[in-house]
């Protein structure tokens, strides 16, 4: 098992730094994308103008539907770890502990 995952991470790498989108079974697509400045003539084009390298991933319909309905709960605390506020994806409004 080990070996098929190790071969179908050198695929993905391989395919990916080729420029493809690779598909992620079940989950969506991958691909590096670059950000870079913007120049108003084409030949001031060179790899210098690169500010970052990134993974740019797009979630399947099916994982976008499932993230939409999953329950979520953030709990925020202050620097001696009171707990400040809570919210639920079935809060209105925030539940404050101070209230």
Same mark, same amino acid.
């Given at each position: 098992?080990?070996?098929?995952?190790?071969?179908? *991470?050198?695929?993905? !790498?391989?395919?990916? &730094?080729? *420029?493809?989108?690779?598909?992620?079974? =079940?989950?969506?697509?991958?691909?590096? =994308?670059?950000?870079? !400045?913007?120049?108003?003539?084409?030949?001031?084009?060179?790899? =210098?103008?690169?500010?970052?390298?990134?993974?740019?991933?797009?979630?399947?319909?099916?994982? !976008?539907?499932?993230?939409?309905?999953?329950?979520? /709960?953030? &709990?925020?605390?202050? !620097?001696?770890?009171?707990?400040?506020?809570?919210?639920?994806? &079935?809060?209105?409004?925030?539940?404050?502990?101070? /209230?």
């Amino acid at each position: 098992m080990k070996a098929c995952w190790d071969a179908a *991470g050198e695929v993905i !790498k391989a395919w990916a &730094t080729e *420029g493809h989108s690779v598909a992620l079974p =079940g989950l969506g697509n991958m691909r590096f =994308g670059l950000r870079s !400045k913007a120049v108003e003539n084409v030949n001031d084009v060179k790899t =210098g103008l690169i500010s970052s390298r990134r993974i740019i991933f797009t979630p399947s319909v099916d994982l !976008k539907d499932e993230l939409a309905n999953t329950s979520i /709960q953030i &709990t925020c605390y202050d !620097k001696d770890g009171n707990i400040v506020r809570r919210v639920t994806s &079935t809060s209105f409004f925030a539940e404050r502990s101070d /209230q």
